[in-house]
């Protein structure tokens, strides 16, 4: 290396990186924002201060002795619902701000249900979380955060369209294009409800609350 020669953040890439997964940076940065404000405010709301206690009652209840495809086709339903959620949101030009809202929601129910499962259970809580909980939820997350990329990427496409006429846009073809990469998205969830169905099929007899 020549001396006074200055290493540059462009020569590895970083920087290109950073910019062609800027959406995917900003709404990882929103679940985890949503993470922490959920595990340490959720109970100084009172309106959802219960919501932890009676989603963990449901998730139980839902899944004792229940076959594995009663909860497989469950868990891809519920899943399923809140990928909906955000593809119909990317459709609209208030997708832009709808969508990350949404990941911050999944991110701040998910910190709220670990803060509850902990205060309550202790290590037991945390070994249901990690063990039973987590593993679906963390591949579904993984599968949000890349469609609400999508989603705001076509709501973006559809704002400008209205803002200038004259940008070449092919509506149809861009949102059949939107629509496979969501039915994609759909199939690869599907695997985050096998996770479940499986884990909960079988290990999930081992905690008792």
Known sequence: MQKGRVLSLR???IGDFLKQNSF????SFCFIVGVLL???FFKD???LSEYPKNFINNYISLRSDKSFIYILFSSALSFWSVLFLTFLFGCGFFGVVAVPCIVILQGFFNGGITAYLYSEFALKGIAFNAVVYVPSI???TIVLIVASRESIRFSLKLSGLT??????FDLSENFKDFGIKYIIFAIVT???SLIDAGIS????KYFTF
């Open 11 to 13: 020569r590895f890439g």
């Open 201 to 204: 099929a079988t290990v999930m």
């Open 138 to 140: 963390l591949v579904f």
């Open 163 to 168: 803002l200038n006429k004259t940008m070449p």
């Open 24 to 27: 995917l940076i900003i709404l």
């Open 190 to 192: 599907f695997l985050s």
């Open 38 to 40: 959920g595990t340490f």
């Open 45 to 47: 709301i009172k309106f």
